[in-house]
């Protein structure tokens, strides 16, 4: 039942007629796929989307793993405190029109960094490596100061290393976070179509009214040599182009998944 959609996607993908249930094309074609990779939306939305998900999974990472070691010591100074405002963020937001005024008075519209700054901290995330670093033998971070380190050299050189399987959850789930990213995109791109990730411009090829205007934009000689795709095709090559890099990641990082969220949820 989860694979059955993914796979008859794939063979509308490569089929002609647009009008197949199972999941083998009735007239194999790669046309479509030729339309999608051709069109400079479709390589706009792809090198926004990559810049975002690369800067903005290691800018996110770097600020929760500073953010979640100092939240981690006991002995922090208005710790509760800090920790309280931040888990009121996940039950309680500003709202949709405060939000978008906040963005706008930051100059962030039409703006690439908006696909960063906003996503700095994600509390969840944040909280499972608290509870992860609270985890680890406190044996290990005394002897270090006695050793003479300081906090950033303790953090470097013990906390991270031994935290990879933590790291590696919070990488794949800001990545994963990044890539699949649609509302700000939506929100606070207006105007800007070289801004507009690769979800958004998914979701022009998704609506009808684009379907023609997409192929438009090909070049003449092209649009000669090869048959005009069924709409549905189209949405299809796109969709496969859209989400097959982001499957291709899973695999590497599968091995940490179970084992980081469990003891990043448990310890502490």
Not at 19 to 25: L, N, S
Not at 176 to 200: A, C, E, H, T
Request: charged share 15%; net charge positive.
């Amino acid at each position: 039942l989860f694979v059955y959609p993914y796979l008859n996607t794939f063979a509308l993908s490569l089929d002609k007629s647009g009008e197949i249930i199972g999941v083998v094309p009735k007239q194999w074609t790669l046309d479509n796929f030729k339309y999608v990779l051709m069109n400079p939306k479709i390589i706009s939305g792809f090198k926004i989307t990559i810049s975002r998900t690369i800067i903005g999974t290691a800018a996110s990472l770097f600020c929760t793993t500073i953010f979640s070691y100092g939240l981690s010591k006991r002995e922090l100074i208005g710790r509760n405190i800090y920790l309280k405002i931040c888990i009121f963020t996940m039950y309680f937001s500003g709202g949709i029109i405060p939000g978008y005024l906040l963005i706008s008075k930051l100059g962030l519209t039409n703006n690439f960094m908006v696909f960063i700054i906003p996503n700095l901290l994600n509390v969840y995330n944040m909280i499972l490596m608290v509870n992860y670093f609270k985890g680890l033998p406190s044996a290990l971070e005394e002897s270090a100061k006695i050793d003479g380190a300081k906090e950033l050299k303790i953090l470097f050189s013990i906390f991270i290393p031994l935290s990879m399987p933590i790291i590696a959850i919070i990488l794949l789930f800001s990545a994963v976070f990044q890539w699949n990213s649609w509302y700000d995109g939506y929100m606070f791109i207006m105007g800007r179509p070289d801004l507009k990730p690769l979800q958004n411009v998914l979701t022009d090829i998704i609506n009808e009214s684009q379907i023609a205007k997409f192929l438009s934009v090909l070049p003449s000689s092209v649009r000669d040599k090869m048959e005009m795709p069924i709409g549905k095709s189209i949405v299809s090559a796109a969709i496969i182009v859209t989400i097959g890099p982001i499957i291709l990641v899973y695999p590497y990082l599968q091995r940490h998944f179970i084992k980081g969220i469990m003891l990043g949820s448990l310890k502490g």
